[in-house]
């Protein structure tokens, strides 16, 4: 049974020729096949077709392409009386620049307009002044301007003329008195105003010196440097000025303690390490000799 065993074994069969295999996938393979599914393309796996070129304008949400979005934006509408234009940002900036240029040439012109009205106003006073010392002769212009206004008072009240003279050169004398006694009124407030803005001055000075006694009793106010006096001088209290100086003179001599100790711990450490270096030498030299 072995031996007939082992040449079933040994022996192909030959019913396998017999069996139609058409039916059947040519791998070992599953049978069953589903639907193949849509990948989602990558950019690797797009064509040159799919893909966005830079020529192509890139559009905004709503479709508009942004050069033109940013053109709209850069477009400013101006109303000037019945005028409506429309124009760039580089044409707003340059209207701009002409309309401050413009406040100050109209405020030129301005000027120039008033020193020509002012001229013009003197020119016809001083025509007018000599035509009135013309028709003066001997007389001044005063009197001649008295005698004109005694005439119209004469006709307006009936008196007689040497009653309207009188009053009339008594009104311009009052006039006058008036003019002098304002012109002193006014320099006696302005004298005043100095006087108590100097008062108010002196008060500050002595309440700055008193609180400077208070706050640094151990200095001699002789000792205060110029700068301090210079700052007072400018209107900065003493004691702000004094403390600030010493800020200062006390941050220099920190820097300069700071510099020195650098220095310092430079200077030994070369010494230190040129020390190490000799030590090392001799140290090497006996160990290679042997001693």
């Known amino acids: 049974m072995d031996e007939n065993r082992e040449v079933m074994q040994a022996e192909p069969a030959d019913d396998w020729d017999d069996i139609d295999l058409s039916d059947l996938p040519d791998s070992g393979e599953d049978t069953t096949f589903a639907e193949p599914e849509e990948t989602e393309q990558t950019p690797e796996t797009q064509t040159e077709a799919d893909q966005p070129t830079d020529a192509e304008p890139e559009a905004d949400a709503d479709g508009a392409e942004k050069p033109e979005a940013e053109a709209q934006a850069d477009q400013f509408t101006l109303k000037h009386l019945d005028e409506t234009r429309t124009v760039s940002r580089d044409e707003v900036i340059a209207l701009a620049q002409k309309g401050m240029d413009y406040d100050r040439i109209r405020g030129r012109l301005d000027e120039q307009?008033?020193?020509?009205?002012?001229?013009?106003?003197?020119?016809?006073?001083?025509?007018?002044?000599?035509?009135?010392?013309?028709?003066a002769g001997d007389r001044s212009v005063d009197d001649l301007i008295d005698e004109g206004r005694?005439?119209?008072?004469?006709?307006?009240?009936?008196?007689?003329?040497?009653?309207?003279?009188?009053?009339?050169k008594l009104d311009r004398e009052r006039r006058a008195l008036d003019a002098e006694r304002q012109k002193q009124q006014t320099q006696q407030q302005e004298q005043q105003k100095q006087q108590e803005q100097a008062d108010a001055q002196e008060q500050w000075r002595k309440d700055c010196f008193l609180a400077f006694s208070k706050e640094f009793p151990d200095v001699d106010p002789k000792t205060i440097p110029q700068e301090v006096w210079d700052a007072f001088g400018r209107g900065e209290t003493l004691v702000s000025a004094y403390s600030l100086y010493q800020l200062r003179a006390l941050q220099k001599q920190k820097n300069e303690q700071k510099r020195a100790e650098e220095n310092a711990k430079r200077s030994t450490g070369s010494r230190q390490t040129a020390g190490a270096k000799e030590n090392m030498s001799a140290f090497d030299a006996a160990w290679y000799d042997g001693t």
Do not use: P, S
């Open 113 to 135: 307009k008033d020193y020509a009205e002012l001229k013009q106003r003197v020119e016809t006073l001083e025509e007018h002044e000599a035509f009135l010392k013309e028709l």
């Open 150 to 168: 005694a005439q119209a008072l004469m006709q307006q009240t009936g008196i007689d003329h040497d009653t309207a003279l009188g009053r009339v």
